[in-house]
């Protein structure tokens, strides 16, 4: 058995997305050496039946901190907010877990690697959400002045969730950190770190967000040992959209040196007319290419 695994989650609604993700790792002859495991929200016999053929292990996900019926309302996906904070319960035989958002998908294998590397010694292996051209990191509403009205992801988040004012005053400016690939090793003492945060967020905030809004107080109020892996471990394609390079068929950073991207993130989804990507495969967006051509393509992972 191996020492390491893969987790990922996910309801029938996003099933095919996950089975894209699970069909972008198996591809390299890397993963061989790492196993992979599903935490289930919703799948249907039939998904579970296709999945089964290709990973090491199913399990159905719990509120492993107790929600209000009233927060939940039926929308069990919202389990991916608490379980993830609690992977060595669900699948305990691994060293250490990396877990992929079921919107992701694996373009390099450079970045697993990176990730298994980052959580050595009990530290969160883990990206920032910002790169080399970022234009905006925080909002903010000027009133009068110098008055303004900060309204950051983390600082909009922590006051929601009622985080005393002088931590999310700190959490304000802070480069956000996207919770939605992370590793960690069983042993790290970040895990209750992170699990006593998410108590705290998920009793007065909203369910979605709770966690990453916790994972964010670690790093920046708790200072849990971090290691912070390149943007292209983790690419944000809402925020930036990258670059095409045609004569390799990959997708890199739109900037130079146009490093190629590993792993390719569609939260927040990509609109097109009104579209998500997330649920039309075959939707495409304009992107430029290296060779200073514009091109339609599906940031979709495409086994061909």
């Keep these: ?14 099933f ?48 492993d901190i107790e929600v209000p019926k009233s927060k939940v309302k039926d929308k069990e996906w919202l ?33 697993i690697d990176l990730f298994i ?11 920032q959400t910002m790169t080399p051209g970022y234009r905006i990191l925080s909002n903010v509403n000027w009133l009068f002045g110098k008055l303004a009205i900060i309204k950051s992801q983390n600082f909009k988040h922590a006051i929601k969730s009622k985080i005393d004012i002088k931590k999310a005053r700190k959490l304000a400016f802070a480069p956000h950190i996207n919770i939605g690939v992370f ?25 979605f967000g709770s966690e990453q809004l916790a994972i964010n107080i670690c790093v920046y109020i708790d200072n849990v040992d971090v290691e912070f892996l390149p943007h292209n471990c983790n690419w944000l394609a809402s925020n930036l959209l990258p670059k095409f390079d045609e004569k390799n068929k990959i997708f890199v950073e739109p900037f130079l040196p ?20 997330r649920n039309e495969k075959n939707l495409e967006i304009e992107l430029n290419t290296l060779d200073n051509n514009k091109i339609l393509k599906s940031l979709r992972f495409k086994t061909n």
Aim: with cysteine; net charge neutral; aromatic share 8%.
């Design 183 to 207: 590793s960690l090793e069983k042993n790290s003492s970040c895990w209750n770190v992170w699990q006593k945060n998410l108590k705290t967020t998920l009793s007065n905030g909203e369910i």
């Design 117 to 127: 590397r980052a959580c050595d010694n009990g530290k969160l292996g883990i990206t």
């Design 79 to 111: 389990k991916s907010q608490v379980s993830r904070a609690f992977l060595p319960k669900y699948f305990p035989n691994y060293k250490k877990y990396l877990w992929i958002d079921c919107d992701a998908w694996v373009q390099d294998w450079s970045s």
């Design 258 to 277: 146009n490093h190629k991207i590993g792993i390719i993130h569609l939260a927040s989804g990509i609109k097109v007319n009104d579209k998500d990507m």
């Design 1 to 14: 058995m191996s020492e390491n695994v893969i987790v990922s989650l996910a309801d029938s609604n996003y």
């Design 16 to 63: 095919e997305l996950l089975d894209e993700l699970v069909d972008s790792i198996k591809r390299f002859d890397e993963s061989k050496n790492i196993a992979i495991c599903i935490l289930d929200a919703g799948l249907t016999v039939s998904q579970k039946e296709i999945l089964r053929n290709k990973v090491d292990e199913i399990k159905a996900a719990e509120w």
